[in-house]
């Protein structure tokens, strides 16, 4: 304003300005307002429904406990599960209830249901470590199926991740089912030397004794 001579040309010169501009920099200061409480909200409506989610997974989870004394607390605990995933399936919380249905489908012998929770939690694209334990469990499926190519297939991708562990030593089953002892050896060996390497090895005497039993088997074949 240090252009204008004097303050009535400054006033003037303001006046101006704001019948030109003011109504739009009150909209702007509305826009950014609204955005600001508007994220706020959404903030805590996402706070709130993580809340939920968390107090109906406590409940699933204390009830899938006692379905072994009490078989009847099942249909809650799929009631609570199904409820998670139709109403909270972007939430951790729901790929896991989808992972204790699939547990049951599989104590029911209904591998087709227990494959259906499983491509369910991966269709959701859920975290890594979740994604890997779901990967698992379709390749135990197929292990369990007796489908053995399509389980080192579902197993590939797992051979040096997270799961390798457990992922090396399923492969060793699966090749030992399909008479391939000294690639089910190798498996089992490599299962043995990924876990020495791990911050917290995994406690696995049925490991060690695949190794044990393959490799007699092996220099019993080699005399």
Known sequence: ??????????????????????????????????????????????????????????????????????????????????????????????????????????KDGDYAAAETELQWVLDQQPEPAVKAQTQLRLARLEYAQQNYDAALTALQPLLDGAAAVQALELRGDVLQKQGDFPQALAAYQQAKAVNAQQQSPLNSPLLEMKINSLSAIHAAAEE
Do not use: C
């Not at 996402?46 to 939920?52: C, K």
């Not at 409820?83 to 919380?93: I, N, P, Q, R, V």
């Open 1 to 106: 304003m240090d252009t204008y001579r004097t303050e009535e040309e400054q006033l003037e010169a303001i006046k101006r300005w704001w019948q030109e501009n003011g109504k739009f920099t009150v909209i702007g200061v509305v826009l950014a307002l609204a955005a600001v409480f508007g994220w706020r909200g959404w903030n805590a409506h996402q706070v709130e429904r993580a809340g939920d989610a968390s107090l109906i997974y406590d409940n699933l989870l204390q009830t899938d406990q006692l379905i072994e004394r009490d078989p009847t607390k099942r249909a809650t605990a799929e009631h609570l599960a199904t409820t998670l995933k139709d109403g909270f399936s972007a939430h951790s919380y729901a790929h896991y209830a989808a992972l204790i249905l699939a547990k049951y489908a599989v």
